[in-house]
Structures are given as C-alpha cells and as structure tokens.
C-alpha cells in the first residue's frame, strides 16, 4: 500500500518534464494518475503506459487548461474515470524571457492565461470533486522571489501563484482542503534544454545554486508527493522552495 492508495491525483501539463515526474512519482504511491497535455499526445500516453506497467491506473485527457470549457472536459473525464479527485498538482505553464522593449499583448496574455488563470479555473473545478478534503500543489518558481533580468512577465505569474496560493489556502481551510506551492530552480526538462542556445545560461544558473547542479524533475516530483500525501496535513499555504539553494 501506497502513501496515496486509493486517492486520484489531477496533474496538468504533465505529458513531459516536472509534470511527467509528479505524475509517476504519485502513481508509484498508488494512486489514480490523469495526466493533462495541450498537444503532446504521444509523450502523454507515453507517460499513461509507464504507469500502468508500474500497476497503477492512468487516463490521459487532452485540454487547454487556460479555457473553462477545457478545465469542465478535464475534470468531467477524471470524474467519470475515477468518481472524485483528491489531488491537482497545477503545473501547466510557459515562459518566454524578453526585455521590457520587447515585451508584447500577446505574450503578456498567454503567460497569464495559462499561468495564472489556468491555475484558478483548474483549482475551481478541483474543488468541486472533492469530496473529503483534498490538496492542491501549485507550481511556482525561485524567480518569483529573486526574477532575473527579461523575466518581468514570467516572474510576475509566478508571484501571483503565490499569491493564489496563500489566498486560497485560508478560504478553502474550512473544506479541509490544503494549498502549498513548490518553487523549483532550473530544472532539466525538455523545454529548458530548448531554450539553452549555450551553456552559459545553465552555467550561471549553476553557479548560484549551493548544490552544485540543476534539478533533476524527480527532484521535484519528491516533495509534490510529500504534499500530496497526509505527511504533510499540518501544512498548508506554505511556498517551499526546491531549487539546491538557487538564488538568481
């Protein structure tokens, strides 16, 4: 028996990188995975598969998280699959670093629809399939509390998931529902080797980081079940950082 036996566990953005992470390492507890993708289809049933051969149960369900009517497709397949949710780990989310010159609308709205209010309609619909209490993980960011140089738009996301969180921990206390954060450093992921045109980016990163080395998305993926599961039920509206110490 797992530390998360029985439970079912709603993990957006979860086709790849952290959120490929959190999703084995919750169901390798034992509980009931849906992995969310946007467009990642193939690496979603990727990840669905892995779990099943660790003897899991896994449903993957596309939807763009960042839309309501998304979020109701989302939450109405994990509902029919499984009967209730007791878990949303929001992990769905972009970046895109530019000085403040070149700072556009379009940019703006995607880092915050998806970031920001993804993270509030997914809480939304979460809240209404939990049945018994439940907990809800948010992904956040060292640069939230220490932003680089080009990051005023992603930074801004980040404090505001913060800020969601700390809110929303103390409004839905009373159903027994918790709400932390976890703020990870640079993570090796896909989507940070994408965007590494040198090795200088993960080099400085690196040097600000006690450590010694950029985090691996198992890294992360411990402390999410840690949240997730009830060694943590005296916890709630905390932002724990998960970086090796990094501070940009």
């Not at 996301?157 to 709400?179: C, M, S």
Request: without cysteine; glycine residues 10%.
């Amino acid at each position: 028996m797992g530390k998360l036996s029985g439970k079912t566990a709603v993990v957006t953005g979860a086709s790849k990188g952290i959120g490929a992470g959190i999703a084995l390492a919750l169901a390798n507890e034992g509980a009931n995975v849906v992995v969310n993708y946007a467009r990642a289809k193939d690496d979603a049933e990727k990840v669905t598969a892995q779990i099943h051969r660790n003897g899991s149960k896994a449903i993957a369900v596309q939807a763009d998280v960042s839309k309501k009517a998304g979020v109701d497709k989302l939450f109405a397949e994990a509902t029919k699959a499984f009967g209730k949710v007791d878990i949303l780990v929001n992990n769905a989310g972009i970046y895109e670093f530019a000085p403040l010159d070149q700072i556009t609308e379009d940019s703006y709205r995607r880092q915050f629809d998806l970031n920001v209010l993804g993270t509030l309609l997914s809480t939304q619909a979460a809240v209404k399939s939990m049945k018994n209490g439940g907990s809800i993980i948010n992904l956040s960011s060292v640069v939230a509390l220490t932003p680089p140089p080009t990051s005023a738009v992603y930074s801004a996301t980040k404090g505001a998931v913060d800020v969601i969180t700390r809110t929303l921990a103390q409004e839905l206390g009373p159903q027994k529902i918790r709400v932390n954060s976890l703020s990870p450093g640079l993570v090796n992921t896909e989507g940070t080797r994408a965007m590494e045109s040198t090795s200088e980016f993960t080099a400085y990163i690196v040097s600000r980081t006690p450590l010694g080395r950029a985090g691996e998305p198992d890294d992360i993926a411990k402390v999410a079940v840690f949240l997730a599961s009830d060694d943590s039920a005296w916890m709630t509206g905390e932002i724990l950082p998960v970086g090796g110490g990094a501070r940009l």
